[in-house]
């Protein structure tokens, strides 16, 4: 039977001290890597009972002056004061297009279509979809980050889809 040895407080003390040291003159054996910048996936997914849910990025636009859009209420000050509270600017705004798709197991419905036939297409073929395989287009209101995916210079979009 092998016996553990002990190890004195004095022994730890010193091995925690010598820990910085160490790690400082010590070569990494990781290879470096180039920096990638921020990103921003294409698509998110997740389950939703028996349902698949997947949220597509089409696009983002930013757009100057917010408190004409989320603030015409309030004063600038009073605006500014409650952008600072959560930590958002009061110069821009940056909005994001997410339609989303919805696999019942025997159905694909997509909730609106995005801005351009191309920014749908591509975020559902990230997605492993294609326009082909859409039985059903729900288009939650009339505006052009809602419906613009619909049709292009090719035709309709979603050929199979009610």
Same mark, same amino acid.
């Given at each position: ?7 004195? *407080? *004095?022994?730890?003390? &010193? ?7 160490? /790690? ?14 921020? &990103? ?10 028996? %349902? @698949? ?20 209420? +309030? !004063? &600038?000050? @009073? %605006? ?5 509270? /959560? *930590?958002?600017?009061?110069? /821009?705004?940056? %909005?994001?297009?997410?339609?989303? +798709?919805?696999?019942?197991? !025997? @159905? ?13 297409? !591509? ?10 395989? +859409? ?15 619909? &049709? ?5 979009? %979603?050929?199979?889809?009610?």
């Amino acid at each position: 039977m092998l016996k553990t040895p002990a190890i004195s *407080r *004095r022994a730890m003390l &010193a091995g925690a001290a010598a820990l910085p040291i160490t /790690a400082a003159t010590s070569q990494s054996t990781l290879a470096a890597a180039d920096m990638k910048g921020v &990103a921003q996936t294409r698509f998110n997914r997740m389950k939703l009972g028996n %349902f @698949e849910v997947t949220t597509l990025l089409v696009g983002t636009r930013t757009v100057e002056g917010p408190q004409n859009i989320f603030g015409m209420n +309030v !004063s &600038a000050e @009073e %605006f500014a004061t409650a952008s600072a509270a /959560a *930590r958002i600017p009061t110069t /821009a705004a940056q %909005f994001f297009f997410t339609p989303t +798709v919805v696999n019942t197991g !025997s @159905e694909l419905i997509l909730f609106d279509t995005g801005l351009n036939p191309g920014a749908i297409s !591509s975020a559902l073929e990230a997605a492993g979809y294609s326009t082909d395989q +859409v039985d059903t287009v729900v288009i939650t209101h009339m505006h052009g980050d809602h419906i613009g995916g619909m &049709a292009g210079e090719n035709g309709v979009t %979603f050929a199979n889809a009610k």
